[in-house]
Every structure is written in C-alpha cells, then in structure tokens.
C-alpha cells in the first residue's frame, strides 16, 4: 500500500522560500494525483494544489502566485515550495494522494503522509 | 468562494449516535468526502462519494445528504472517535479547487 513521509526544514525565515519534499513509497508517482495539504496550529484544512502525469498542476488560486509542485520520478517524489512566505504560512504541511474523478471533476485525499511543521520566523 | 459550514463541536455519550452536519450551496449536486483527525495525527478518509466507507473504517461510520446539508453519523460512539472531524467537496465555480469545511470536535462524554 501506498505510504508517503515528508521531510524539510521547521524553520525558515520570512520572505524566504519554504521547500518540502514527499517520499513514496508502495507505488509511483507517475501513476496518480498527488496534492498538498496544510493546516496552521489550532486550525482547519487548506487545500494547496496538486500535480499529476509529471508535470501538469492545479493550484489554489490563494496561494497560485507563490507556489510550485514538482515531481522527480527517479526518486519517487513531489516536492512543494512557497516563496515569499509569512507568519502566515506556518503550518503543518501534508502530502497526499488525490484521488481525482476527471469526469466529475470530485475528488478526495487518501493516504496522508504524517505531515511536517514548518514555522516561519526570523 | 465556495464555503463549507460546520459546527464548531458536537457532544455524545458512549453508545449513543452522533451527527456532524456540512452546509453548502447547492451541497445536494456535490460528492462529499469526510475525515477524521486525532490530536497530533493526520487525518483519515471515513467516507467518499457522500456515503461510501474505504476498508478498515467500521460500518458505524454512514454518510447521507439532504437539501443544503451533508451529515456524517457515527453509530455507537466509542471514546476512540473523539477527534476534529472535516467535511470536504470541490468547488466547481471558477476557482475549481478543493475545499473543506472549518471542522467540528466530537467530544465522547
């Protein structure tokens, strides 16, 4: 089965760029949806963006200007940067496979990854 | 943008039912995914495509869909389904992206 661990630095200062990493593990990346997913202390869900067929992506269009997801497919992972970051993009970062329905466009996140904090502070 | 509302928290006794409920515009032509997260976890999928359980998620675990409102109930409350439960859908305006509603506390009395 399909498990996902994310690695990064916890602490990156402000108008820094913030630099994640997803390692799976139990299947490709190449095969499936894959989506970022974070939540700030104490508070709820905020879906980022996501990547599929190596290369092409959505993003929320809160966080478009700022964010890139990759993949490396020689090493099985989906990488997440946000520049410029704030307080405001402390948070716990999830990765997550998205199970995406293109024909009605739904779709949910199942397995998460156990998720990084990152705090951003000078 | 779309907004998902749900109740802050939600009280039950063991052995009692529980319902978390998800408001939405026009929720009723929306698949409806549910999750629950314990402190210090991540979350899980209980419920996909409003009513369907993944394997490994017991039978107490149902979901349903009624006008402007989706609710997840819980059977038989154990103390072990205290967490933050979030309901999520896409939002299928121009911003087309995936949004989850603010999360509601089931505390097990």
């Known amino acids: 089965q399909v498990q996902l661990q994310e690695s990064g630095p916890g602490l990156v200062k402000p108008s820094e760029t913030l630099s994640l990493t997803c390692t799976v593990s139990?299947?490709?990346?190449?095969?499936?949806?894959w989506s970022w997913i974070r939540q700030p202390p104490g508070k709820g869900l905020e879906w980022i963006g996501y990547?599929?067929?190596?290369?092409?992506?959505n993003y929320n269009p809160s966080l478009k200007s700022r964010v890139t997801i990759s993949e490396d497919t020689s090493k099985n992972e989906v990488s997440l940067k946000v520049r410029s970051v704030t307080a405001g993009d402390t948070a716990v970062y999830y990765c997550?496979?998205?199970?995406?329905?293109?024909?009605?466009?739904?779709?949910?996140?199942?397995?998460w990854g156990q998720g990084t904090l990152v705090t951003v502070s000078s | 943008s779309y907004v998902l509302t749900q109740p802050p928290s939600v009280s039950v006794a063991p052995g009692k039912t529980a319902r978390v409920t998800c408001g939405g515009t026009?929720?009723?032509?929306?698949?409806v995914h549910w999750y629950q997260q314990k402190p210090g976890q991540a979350p899980i999928l209980v419920i996909y495509?409003?009513?369907d359980r993944p394997s490994g998620i017991p039978e107490r675990f149902s979901g349903s869909k009624s006008g402007n409102t989706a609710t997840l109930t819980i059977s038989r409350v154990e103390a072990g389904d205290e967490a933050d439960y979030y309901c999520?859908?896409?939002?299928?305006?121009?911003?087309?992206?995936?949004?989850f509603g603010g999360g509601t506390k089931l505390t097990v009395l």
């Open positions: 999520q859908v896409w939002d299928a305006s121009s911003d087309r992206h995936w949004v």
């Open positions: 139990g299947g490709s990346v190449s095969s499936y949806y």
């Open positions: 495509y409003d009513s």
């Open positions: 997550a496979r998205h199970h995406f329905i293109a024909a009605t466009g739904t779709g949910w996140f199942d397995p």
């Open positions: 990547i599929y067929d190596s290369g092409s992506t």
């Open positions: 026009n929720i009723g032509i929306k698949s």
